[in-house]
């Protein structure tokens, strides 16, 4: 449980810097810096992305012992991939093709997906083998190089360039900080499989092509955007939905960090079933941590903007983000609770499915929705998009896969944010600030807590009683 930590350092290290950069760059070089970023996360995720999971699937410290041609497979395959990277990166760079935005860009786009891929990569093999202190040290080394170079390099350079290229330095620089946990034995290239690969590989393509879909709709956006009102709009909406989705993914993946692994670990030693059963009570937990946390966010969104968000993009920030909050729960669920019920069954289909949905949705959505003078019209359309993809995923897990949490988690978590709710709206009406934000996550917390453990949500009262008898033990035992 120690991983969450550093998951949410990480979490928060990322959200701090993406404001800074916003800060540094303003709303239409922001919007150049965010349209590569779209760029390098597609790239990412439809190159490098199924090494990624099979490594948090099929690999573990038993593996690590006993089966070093898994390690070896992972090494190899990421190797090749990122060789063809370095190369089109380089050829984009010299042959400068027509593009939707700059040659210099998308050639950076590119070397920022390969140097993210590759962190993401290292992490996911420390995670599978719950190395915390290794996880740990990966985060803080990344982040800590990035306050320093994206975000010094922005401020001095107001350079979308420049934070792109102090990106990749700051990965660079963190994996030369662990590279002994990183480096195996035994797992020269020459010890790869075949068939191993192609396993790895038939095993992620379904998820890829899914989050790939999803993962187009705010690229399509911004690049509609662009053209239709220019860079300063795509960085205005950009900003509000990329710190909406860090705020929800940070709580949605640290938790599920640890549930999937235990959920996988439970397949390996117990069998099929007992993974089911797991998946369910994550299901249950997901819902619960997320609902409120959307809430929550858009509770404090007055005094967080006045707070944090850079000046250049208030107004407009609390506009976007209030019309993309139910985007926000719907894109939290799907990525961290109800996938995961799928990819524990091996039924991928769904999620493909769902995305084209979802990605139709969008589309379907901006030729409808009115014309707008700024951006209302695209966040209007992401929202739906992602609820669109979140309804179908649902409904398909009803028909195939009865993995459901218990309605007393689903009830009770919507009952307890209701009261959240409630409170958290008389305390809007006062003036925002500190004092406010601090009041309105203290009672709010305080509140949703209170109704979860009376409501037993999630299973909150046994945690809580074996945490507090793990601790009356450990101090009768000192």
Known sequence: MRLILPFLLNSLLNFAVGLLVAKALGPSEYGRFMLALAIAVVVQTLVFDWLRLAATRFYSERDRRERPQIRA??????????????????????????????????????????????????????????????????????????????????????????????????????????????????????????????????????????????????????????????????????????TGVRIVGAIGSAI???????????????????????????????????????????????????LFVPESFRGAYGRYFTLMTPGLFAFAMMNYGVNTAFQLAHRLTPLVLAAFIAFFADFLALALLPPTADATRFALAQSISSMSGLVALVAMLFLLEPMWPRARDILGAAAATGAMLATGLVLRGLPPGATTLALQIGMGAAIYAALAYALDVAGLRGVARARLSEEQSRLENV
Request: with cysteine; net charge neutral.
């Open 73 to 242: 497979t992972l090494d190899s395959a990421f190797a090749a991939l990122a060789a063809v990277a370095v190369v089109l990166a380089l050829a984009i760079w010299t042959l400068r093709p027509a593009l939707p935005i700059a040659s210099d860009l998308a050639a950076l786009a590119i070397g920022v997906s390969l140097a993210n891929a590759l962190f993401d990569f290292a992490t996911a093999i420390v995670r599978a083998r719950f190395q915390d202190r290794a996880y740990a040290v990966l985060v803080i080394a990344k982040n800590s190089l990035a306050l320093l170079l994206t975000v010094g390099g922005a401020f001095l350079f107001h350079s979308a360039k420049v934070a792109l290229v102090g990106m990749m330095i700051s990965v660079a620089g963190c994996l030369v900080a662990g590279r002994r946990t990183l480096m195996e034995p035994d797992t020269g290239f020459g010890r790869s499989e075949g068939a191993l690969m192609r396993r790895f590989l038939a095993y992620g393509l379904p998820i890829i092509f899914a989050a790939v879909l999803y993962q187009l709709v705010p690229l399509a956006n911004r690049t509609l955007l662009s053209h239709v009102d220019g860079f300063a709009q795509v960085g205005l909406l950009s900003l509000a939905f990329e």
């Open 256 to 306: 599920d960090v640890v549930l999937f692994q235990i959920a996988v670990r439970a397949e390996q030693t117990d069998g099929a079933e007992a993974a089911r059963a797991q998946i369910s009570r994550n299901l249950g937990a997901v819902f619960a941590i997320v609902l409120p946390a959307v809430a929550g966010a858009w509770l404090i969104l007055p005094s967080f903007e006045a």
